[in-house]
């Protein structure tokens, strides 16, 4: 966003009344009112929603959220939790009401600016009043307190699982992927708002809380223990993660001294040590090949459930117990530099992440185990999209939001990239595009654009072909009819 300057010059430092010359005094209470009043007429109710083609109603408009600090306390066994979030944000017009995404807990007050407001809900839209206008430019604070037993999301771009808070016997664990965060606080439901967080979570004895960012605080109260995390990087609010359970934290030192921080079932722990003992070695390939680590920590989360996936939770990746196979782990490592760090513009961009991350945890077993089970693999991939006629990703359906087709046919897009434009240039075109965008959002026609941009090559009829068009593109190939090798 531009930010416009206007300067006003002024020929002398006062005004007078011409008769007398006496000086025309301004009372400032009539000036306030003046404006109190045109900030008023001029004030609207910020949008319900932020038009996102699959999911027009999640995100709100009319401001930006810089900071939420959520303090819970937690009954783990009982999954009963009470608590406040305050959100810290900035109005984009003069607001005389406001929306917020939650869903299903009990609320029991609301404040905007320490003051009590008006609060209505329509199934997961908050609407406030506050008794006054926000002005536009203006920060302003909100605190929602709520208590109550979660309800895990039923998300129709996720229809064969839950998402959201969810609890098992074992603790609760948290996979907000796309919008299940709304089910546990109230918050922008969208990836074009981020923020940093605070999380100051209390639990009885002998659980513990892991949490995006660094463990700055534990307090102890005797029979609970309050933990503070500190996420001090912009991050997506379905990539928040606050998971419960008797882990036992392991940490590690990765490159740059940065902090790698494990939370394993005390009853795997070693043997999961040996899974993600790679990570570091995977931190300093992808940060030589992309761009230097873009978080302050980083560290697995790994369930006791027996859940088959994982989710790219900022900073603190979560896994399913059965999911800790080398090629997830740097699938989910990826996914810090792209879908993290590089957030997509519109849940329609999926493949960024999806098919970005498909792509890189193959270019860690091209780096860790040749050239020759990178290209079988490719090729195996390729007989895939061809076989089951995947579809083009550049434009998921929702109800088939996370099919194969964003991830296979996604890292072939990126791989045909490769073939076409050689080594040099597409290594180039990746590091333009997460330098350029890191920390914000990118769409499909933010990559194009760089990628034309670097390589210098008109390359519309490419990802026309790849990411939109229903026919199958042929594999880039030799005049001898072998898979051409990158350049």
């Given at each position: 966003?531009?930010?416009?300057?206007?300067?006003?010059?002024?020929?002398?430092?006062?005004?007078?009344?011409?008769?007398?010359?006496?000086?025309?005094?301004?009372?400032?209470?009539?000036?306030?009112?003046?404006?109190?009043?045109?900030?008023?007429?001029?004030?609207?109710?910020?949008?319900?929603?932020?038009?996102?083609?699959?999911?027009?109603?999640?995100?709100?408009?009319?401001?930006?959220?810089?900071?939420?600090?959520?303090?819970?306390?937690?009954?783990?066994?009982?999954?009963?939790?009470?608590?406040?979030?305050?959100?810290?944000?900035?109005?984009?017009?003069?607001?005389?009401?406001?929306?917020?995404?939650?869903?299903?807990?009990?609320?029991?007050?609301?404040?905007?600016n320490g003051a009590p407001t008006d609060v209505s809900r329509a199934g997961s839209e908050l609407t406030l009043t506050p008794g006054t206008i926000l002005p536009v430019k203006q920060p302003f604070t909100t605190?929602?307190?709520?208590?109550?037993?979660?309800?895990?999301?039923?998300?129709?771009?996720?229809?064969?699982?839950?998402?959201?808070?969810?609890?098992?016997?074992?603790?609760?664990?948290?996979?907000?992927?796309?919008?299940?965060?709304?089910?546990?606080?109230?918050?922008?439901?969208?990836?074009?708002?981020?923020?940093?967080?605070?999380?100051?979570?209390?639990?009885?004895?002998?659980?513990?809380?892991?949490?995006?960012?660094?463990?700055?605080?534990?307090?102890?109260?005797?029979?609970?223990?309050?933990?503070?995390?500190?996420?001090?990087?912009?991050?997506?609010?379905?990539?928040?993660?606050?998971?419960?359970?008797?882990?036992?934290?392991?940490?590690?030192?990765?490159?740059?001294?940065?902090?790698?921080?494990?939370?394993?079932?005390?009853?795997?722990?070693?043997?999961?040590?040996?899974?993600?003992?790679?990570?570091?070695?995977?931190?300093?390939?992808?940060?030589?090949?992309?761009?230097?680590?873009?978080?302050?920590?980083?560290?697995?989360?790994?369930?006791?459930?027996?859940?088959?996936?994982?989710?790219?939770?900022?900073?603190?990746?979560?896994?399913?117990?059965?999911?800790?196979?080398?090629?997830?782990?740097?699938?989910?490592?990826?996914?810090?530099?792209?879908?993290?760090?590089?957030?997509?513009?519109?849940?329609?961009?999926?493949?960024?992440?999806?098919?970005?991350?498909?792509?890189?945890?193959?270019?860690?077993?091209?780096?860790?185990?040749?050239?020759?089970?990178?290209?079988?693999?490719?090729?195996?991939?390729?007989?895939?999209?061809?076989?089951?006629?995947?579809?083009?990703?550049?434009?998921?359906?929702?109800?088939?939001?996370?099919?194969?087709?964003?991830?296979?046919?996604?890292?072939?897009?990126?791989?045909?990239?490769?073939?076409?434009?050689?080594?040099?240039?597409?290594?180039?075109?990746?590091?333009?595009?997460?330098?350029?965008?890191?920390?914000?959002?990118?769409?499909?026609?933010?990559?194009?654009?760089?990628?034309?941009?670097?390589?210098?090559?008109?390359?519309?009829?490419?990802f026309q072909a790849w990411l939109y068009g229903a026919e199958i593109p042929p594999m880039p190939v030799t005049p001898s009819g072998t898979m051409l090798k990158p350049k």
């Open positions: 966003m531009q930010k416009m300057r206007y300067w006003l010059l002024f020929a002398g430092l006062g005004l007078f009344w011409l008769a007398g010359c006496q000086p025309l005094i301004v009372d400032s209470r009539v000036t306030q009112a003046a404006t109190t009043t045109l900030a008023a007429a001029e004030a609207v109710a910020g949008a319900p929603g932020l038009g996102d083609p699959l999911y027009p109603k999640l995100g709100n408009g009319g401001y930006d959220v810089t900071h939420y600090t959520i303090t819970l306390t937690v009954d783990v066994q009982q999954n009963i939790i009470s608590g406040t979030t305050t959100i810290a944000a900035q109005a984009l017009e003069n607001l005389r009401a406001f929306n917020l995404d939650f869903a299903g807990l009990t609320i029991t007050s609301a404040e905007v605190t929602i307190a709520y208590h109550g037993s979660p309800t895990p999301w039923r998300d129709p771009g996720v229809p064969f699982e839950e998402i959201g808070w969810l609890a098992y016997p074992s603790g609760t664990y948290v996979l907000s992927e796309p919008s299940g965060a709304m089910s546990w606080f109230p918050l922008n439901n969208h990836p074009l708002d981020k923020a940093t967080y605070t999380f100051a979570i209390t639990v009885a004895k002998p659980y513990v809380v892991a949490a995006n960012g660094l463990l700055t605080d534990q307090i102890d109260h005797g029979a609970t223990m309050t933990y503070v995390w500190e996420s001090h990087h912009p991050m997506a609010g379905y990539l928040a993660t606050v998971d419960i359970a008797k882990f036992e934290m392991m940490t590690d030192t990765g490159p740059n001294g940065l902090p790698i921080i494990n939370f394993f079932p005390a009853n795997r722990s070693r043997l999961l040590a040996r899974d993600f003992a790679p990570v570091p070695a995977m931190i300093a390939y992808y940060s030589e090949l992309i761009g230097p680590y873009p978080f302050e920590a980083y560290g697995a989360i790994v369930m006791s459930e027996p859940f088959g996936g994982a989710l790219e939770t900022q900073t603190r990746s979560t896994f399913g117990r059965s999911a800790t196979l080398e090629f997830i782990i740097a699938h989910e490592l990826s996914h810090q530099w792209f879908g993290d760090s590089v957030s997509v513009a519109s849940w329609e961009d999926l493949w960024l992440n999806e098919g970005f991350a498909t792509y890189f945890h193959n270019l860690w077993t091209e780096h860790t185990k040749g050239a020759a089970l990178f290209n079988a693999t490719m090729r195996g991939m390729y007989t895939t999209i061809k076989v089951r006629h995947l579809p083009p990703p550049g434009k998921p359906t929702l109800d088939d939001l996370f099919g194969n087709y964003v991830y296979v046919r996604g890292a072939w897009t990126l791989h045909a990239l490769r073939l076409t434009v050689g080594d040099e240039r597409f290594f180039t075109i990746i590091r333009t595009y997460y330098d350029r965008y890191k920390g914000g959002n990118a769409s499909t026609a933010d990559f194009i654009a760089v990628a034309e941009e670097v390589s210098g090559e008109d390359l519309g009829d490419f």
